[in-house]
């Protein structure tokens, strides 16, 4: 079965400066994503509670063109669908694994083992 994390849109963080802002998990965890100089999505930061803030540096490795166009569309909408939103969350997140802490990854069911 798979995870229903129900992204929604959040505000900044003081002293934060991202282009895209989402929670999930009833407000357990945060994602601070950005795009690059061609548009291309990255993230930025994931926080969970319980492990804190996670920052990835600069060689994190951003969505593909047609992945990060989806994402912005998806974003901009007023409502997001679930189904999209989170196929691309989890593909980001999965390019980017060695930078995320693992044992927070495998508690909040980002690590999903098939595509």
Same mark, same amino acid.
Do not use: P
């Given at each position: 079965? *798979?995870?229903?994390? =129900?992204?929604? $849109?959040? *505000?900044?963080?003081?002293? &934060?400066?991202?282009? %895209?802002? @989402? ?8 994602? *601070?994503? =950005?795009?690059? /100089?061609? =548009?291309?999505?990255?993230? /930025?930061?994931?926080?969970? !509670?319980? %492990?804190?803030?996670? &920052? @990835?540096?600069?060689?994190? $490795?951003?969505?593909? +063109?047609?992945?990060?166009? +989806?994402?912005? *569309? +998806?974003?901009h909408k007023d409502i997001l669908n679930q189904e999209k939103?989170? /196929?691309?969350?989890? $593909?980001?997140? &999965?390019? =980017?694994? !060695?930078?995320?802490?693992? !044992? ?7 690590i999903i083992s098939s595509d």
């Amino acid at each position: 079965m *798979e995870q229903s994390f =129900n992204f929604f $849109k959040t *505000e900044a963080f003081i002293n &934060r400066e991202a282009g %895209y802002y @989402l929670g999930c998990l009833d407000s357990s965890v945060f994602l *601070e994503l =950005n795009t690059t /100089r061609d =548009n291309l999505i990255y993230l /930025r930061l994931i926080s969970f !509670d319980g %492990y804190g803030c996670c &920052r @990835l540096n600069n060689n994190s $490795k951003c969505l593909d +063109e047609q992945f990060s166009n +989806e994402f912005i *569309e +998806e974003y901009h909408k007023d409502i997001l669908n679930q189904e999209k939103i989170t /196929r691309l969350i989890l $593909k980001l997140i &999965r390019l =980017n694994t !060695d930078m995320i802490w693992n !044992d927070a990854l495998e508690e909040y069911n980002f690590i999903i083992s098939s595509d």
